[in-house]
């Protein structure tokens, strides 16, 4: 073959390597410093399930990279590497893509334990006849809190029936509560669903707008054989009503759980509504807990609320919202976005010192063009209809209001399910160690 024949023939591979090479190099540049940023922002920590690469067999082929749309993985020194740990909600579509099974799915670090409920293959703890299925026994997975619903389920239905009370109790309506409650109904057992909230849908309605979902092939009770793959949020979402709609499955919301209580061959799940006794339990809860609250007076009026659905609801008003985490910053940026919105931002501390760069960026921008006011060093004291009184630096002050979002966190169940006798592990990944849990500190 001729110098000129190389040079024509040659020239397009060259092109297409050199190409590869240069978009390559970006990624690893931008990768390293969305790493630089987590590590400054000390979001360093996934809150859950996440995985962890094995760098011996990692050949950096970016599968892993591409299957993750919160871009919670990246390639640092041609090898794969959570670089934004906290935005990893562990659906575990990385997992199926790497192409070398250089992946593992782990709770918990070295640096900071996970708290996981010990159950058995059918996912019934050690204390008899309560069963956890879904997130809160630490698997978020949706089609893995499907399988478990329904495994709980059937385990449940060969047991004999008592006919003074319900065959089970389904606490949750996220995607485990809901695959339980479908395989209850199709089995015949007399159950009742609760959900604290006013929707269902679990973790997955408090996803922000648009954000994909990951779904493997499942089999849902009394629907059928699933293939969802990426679907976004509220999609999921309408596939959910759709499925109430088609199956008649009816679930008690708003109706929180605030004890259960052992009774012979059984138990007592009480709620805000009424007691119910109940042969068994599914606990669906998830790991987000109940949302925690200010304890202040007026906290139970309908304007006060503890998620921001939907910023354009709170346009023309007077909103308050109420924590220092990435969450309450975002929710007070999307709303300082929307026309004729005067938003407030009361923090107890004195900086924000663990949010992401970016959202500290975008926070520092707004308060320059007087799109919001930041109240640091703040608490409130006193909700009314039309105002809330806060306290700073020992004087308090009032703000007229219309609406307030409470962003603080949830209180985490794993102190409930010690008191009801659950045994619990905690989890450190997979080089370190598992050990008994402990009381936090």
């Known amino acids: 073959m001729g110098t000129s024949a190389i040079i024509i023939y040659g020239m397009p591979l060259f092109a297409g390597l050199l190409f590869y090479a240069v978009r390559r190099w970006r990624r690893a540049t931008a990768d390293r410093a969305t790493l630089r940023e987590s590590q400054a922002s000390g979001l360093t920590e996934p809150p859950s399930l996440h995985p962890e690469f094995d760098d011996a067999q ?42 070398m099974g250089a992946i593992e799915l782990v709770f918990g670090t070295e640096r900071r334990g996970i708290d996981i409920p010990n159950v058995a293959a059918d996912f019934e703890t050690n204390v008899p006849r309560l069963f956890i299925a879904g997130e809160l026994g630490g698997m978020g ?22 006919k003074d009370r319900f065959d089970v109790v389904v606490v949750g309506a996220g995607p485990a509560g809901l695959a339980a409650s479908l ?40 629907v059928g054989n699933l293939k969802l793959g990426a679907i976004r949020k509220e999609a999921l979402l309408a596939f959910w009503l ?22 012979d061959g059984g ?56 924590g220092g985490g990435d969450s309450a910053i975002e929710a007070a ?16 501390g004195e900086a924000f010192n663990r949010i992401k760069a970016g959202n500290r960026e975008r926070l520092k921008s707004a308060q320059d063009r007087d799109q919001l006011r930041v109240l640091l060093q703040s608490s409130v004291q006193n909700i009314t209809a039309t105002a809330v009184t806060l306290a700073h630096d020992g004087k308090a002050f009032q703000l007229s209001n219309d609406a307030v979002i409470v962003c603080a966190g949830g209180v985490l169940p794993t102190q409930f399910l010690r008191s009801l006798g659950v045994e619990i592990a905690t989890h450190f990944g997979k080089t370190a160690r598992t050990a008994p849990a402990r009381d936090a500190a």
């Open 58 to 99: 990692c050949i950096g082929s970016g599968a892993c990279v591409a299957a993750c749309p919160e871009k919670a993985i990246g390639l640092v020194h041609g090898k794969a590497q959570l670089v934004n740990p906290s935005a990893c909600i562990g659906h575990g579509a990385c997992f199926a893509q790497c192409p």
């Open 141 to 162: 997975l949706i089609h893995k809190a499907v399988e478990q619903g329904r495994s709980a389920v059937a385990t449940i239905a060969e047991r004999p029936r008592a």
């Open 183 to 222: 395989a209850a109904k199709e089995r015949g057992l007399r159950f009742i669903t609760i959900e604290q909230e006013d929707s269902l849908g679990g973790t997955v309605y408090h996803y922000p707008r648009h954000k994909l979902a990951m779904t493997s092939p499942m089999r849902l009770p009394i």
């Open 242 to 263: 759709d499925v109430l709609k088609r199956t008649g499955l009816q679930i008690d919301f708003c109706n929180r759980m605030l004890a259960i209580d052992s009774v």
């Open 267 to 322: 138990f007592v799940v009480k709620t805000q509504k009424r007691d119910i006794e109940t042969a068994h339990v599914i606990l669906a809860i998830g790991r987000r807990g109940t949302p925690r609250r200010l304890d202040v007076p007026g906290e139970e009026l309908p304007k006060v609320s503890y998620r921001l659905i939907d910023p354009e609801q709170y346009a023309g008003q007077r909103v308050l919202v109420v």
């Open 333 to 348: 940026l999307a709303i300082s976005e929307v026309a004729g919105a005067n938003v407030s931002l009361s923090y107890r």
